[in-house]
């Protein structure tokens, strides 16, 4: 392997900023779709066809992100990833029809698929073990900040210039941070292997179906036998794509990883605590907005305490690690995240705003914990020939939370409304209803607490230790 350049230190920076790029882009759209449907002359329903497109071509490519990255160099793909995704972004910027927008925004997804695993990669196998912590901290911040800022900043875009700069605003960046991957990443290859075809095929189409199937069953015009059918035939081709991968020498997706315990945790208890950690973004505008009745601009302003809390908590996540360990700060910070979630479900429209606010900085704190902790311990027990697969695996579980927890929630809401009312919409849901939804929400992460228990106490030793 080449090891080239300048120090490392810098490299989380640099991947933190393409994630930014990717996660705000992910988010940010939502605000500015009513402005672009009447663009193109079309519903905004229409135009979802293209976050949801963005959404399943990360799915089906995302897999063979670690693959292309041993096989062609890190550097290369990792900038060819940037580069897609930045042009796609322009194209995105120029669309003038929704055809023309869904065939961009894949393009779009094709790129993010490699950049955010492949960037991961490079950090975790460029780091020394003992600034492990410190160095995942800084590259999933933006994995915190952008679903809290990203709507925010918008709708400052849409209303002070155009939709048409949600896009362009990727190109300065891009650029910057592409003149820095080929000044400062080093090129670096993997053990040469022959792709898994099947374990592409299978993997792909299952994650597509689960995604979907999500997706529907969240949407009140969508079939539910479909979203039902769709699941669970998504569900079935990830069985055959566990069997699969079993009886191959190298396959797409190593699943073999699952023997280590802080691993196995990582991905399992880590599903269900992001099934409630990624909802509660979702959740809690439309509390403010529809439960509360407050306007677009004053929800946003009070859900700046929950981007602070998110943020703020970025500077004590590595010393709470290195100080009280993996298992007594993920099962109390689970435990307290737990709490905040369903007193943010008792709020109503009565209660003090610092209450409230105090409320939702408790929720920030305790997901930006979270999802630091959940990002550095996959790799407490993984060997170094281990990283690409893990990083890997780790990644697809990541897209499919971000998915499925949005889908969990809205579904939560929506079979909640039904039962109160046959033909319930969006703007119908009341207080009573957002009150069930936090408490079923915060359900998967109170059942992760047990797993966290499980791990040992010594679990990630080498990893808080400080170089």
Not at 255 to 264: I, S, V
Not at 339 to 349: D, I, K, N, S
Not at 380 to 398: F, N, P, R
Request: proline letters at 5%; hydrophobic letters at 55%; glycine letters at 10%.
């Amino acid at each position: 392997m080449a090891r080239y350049g300048p120090p490392m230190p810098i490299l989380p920076y640099i991947v933190a900023a393409t994630f930014f790029m990717e996660y705000l882009d992910s988010t940010i759209i939502a605000t500015a779709l009513p402005a672009m449907a009447r663009s193109f002359h079309v519903g905004p329903n229409e135009l979802s066809l293209g976050m949801t497109a963005y959404m399943l071509t990360l799915a089906v490519f995302i897999p063979i992100s670690g693959w292309m990255a041993d096989r062609f160099g890190s550097r290369t793909i990792f900038a060819t990833a940037v580069t897609v995704f930045t042009a796609a972004s322009v194209l995105c910027g120029f669309a003038g029809s929704v055809s023309m927008f869904v065939a961009a925004r894949v393009l779009q997804g094709l790129g993010g698929a490699m950049m955010v695993p492949v960037g991961r990669f490079i950090v975790v196998r460029n780091t020394e073990t003992s600034r492990m912590i410190q160095a995942i901290s800084t590259i999933t911040w933006p994995a915190v900040a952008a679903p809290v800022v990203g709507p925010t900043v918008g709708g400052m875009i849409v209303t002070f210039a155009s939709w048409h700069w949600i896009f362009f605003i990727n190109l300065p960046l891009g650029l910057a941070v592409l003149g820095v991957i080929f000044a400062v990443v080093p090129q670096q290859f993997g053990e040469r292997r022959p792709l898994d075809w099947g374990g592409f095929v299978l993997g792909g189409v299952s994650l597509t179906a689960i995604l979907l199937g999500t997706e529907l069953a969240s949407n009140t015009q969508a079939s539910p036998l479909l979203a039902t059918l769709l699941f669970g035939g998504g569900l079935l081709l990830g069985t055959a794509t566990l069997r699969h991968a079993a009886g191959r020498a190298h396959p797409l997706l190593d699943f073999r990883l699952m023997r280590h315990p802080t691993f196995a945790i990582t991905v399992l208890a880590g599903t269900l605590s992001r099934l409630t950690i990624d909802a509660i973004p979702y959740l809690v505008p439309l509390l403010l907005q529809i439960g509360f009745g407050l306007t677009a601009f004053h929800a946003g302003a009070l859900m700046l305490a929950f981007a602070l809390g998110n943020l703020g908590m970025k500077m004590f996540t590595t010393r709470i690690l290195q100080h009280f360990g993996f298992r007594t700060t993920a099962a109390i910070n689970a435990a307290l995240g737990a709490l905040f979630v369903l007193l943010a479900g008792t709020m109503v429209p009565a209660t003090p705003v610092t209450l409230l606010l105090l409320v939702l900085l408790g929720c920030g704190v305790t997901r930006s914990m979270q999802y630091t902790l959940l990002a550095t311990l996959g790799y407490a027990d993984i060997g170094a020939q281990e990283k690409g697969a893990a990083s890997t695996l780790l990644s697809v579980s990541q897209q499919m939370c971000i998915g499925m927890a949005v889908a969990f929630a809205a579904l939560t809401l929506r079979l909640i409304a039904t039962l109160r009312d046959e033909h319930p919409s969006t703007d119908a849901f009341t207080s009573a209803d957002f009150h069930w939804a936090f408490l079923i929400v915060a359900i998967p992460l109170i059942l992760s607490i047990p797993s966290y228990l499980r791990l040992d106490r010594t679990a990630g030793a080498a990893l808080r230790k400080a170089s």
